[in-house]
């Protein structure tokens, strides 16, 4: 079963930046699409950006365009999240999932890691 850890979170002041981790034990991600989503205390999960499977294309959401980057590492058992410039509003819990084709079938399935804190305060 596909485990992810998700890390590099903390307090950063606004202005700051954070890189998080996203890695996987004894598995290469670079199979599988990874997503990082966010949720606000009182708010719904959001999605923050994706990578697709081998890192060709990605897509990122307005609200952290041109600030937040997504990117495979070199392990290819990591994908990270740069986040510059970040704003109060950028505090949530951040977590990354893997979109796995379940074998045999033609479905799907996410796995999801537990989160990691970001708070961007003064």
């Known amino acids: 079963q596909l485990r992810l850890v998700e890390s590099g979170g903390g307090l950063v002041q606004p202005g700051g930046s954070l890189r998080l981790s996203c890695t996987a034990s004894?598995?290469?991600?670079?199979?599988?699409?990874i997503g990082w989503f966010r949720q606000a205390p009182g708010k719904e999960r959001e999605g923050v950006s994706c990578?697709?499977?081998?890192?060709?294309?990605?897509f990122t959401a307005d609200s952290v365009k041109g600030r937040f980057t997504i990117s495979r590492g070199n392990a290819k058992n990591t994908v990270y999240l740069e986040m510059d410039s970040l704003r109060p509003e950028d505090t949530a819990v951040y977590y990354c999932?893997?979109?796995?084709?379940?074998?045999?079938?033609?479905?799907?399935?996410?796995?999801w890691g537990h989160g990691t804190h970001v708070t961007v305060s003064s």
């Open positions: 004894d598995v290469t991600l670079d199979e599988y699409a």
């Open positions: 990578i697709s499977s081998g890192g060709g294309s990605t």
């Open positions: 999932c893997a979109n796995v084709k379940v074998v045999g079938t033609s479905s799907w399935e996410d796995y």
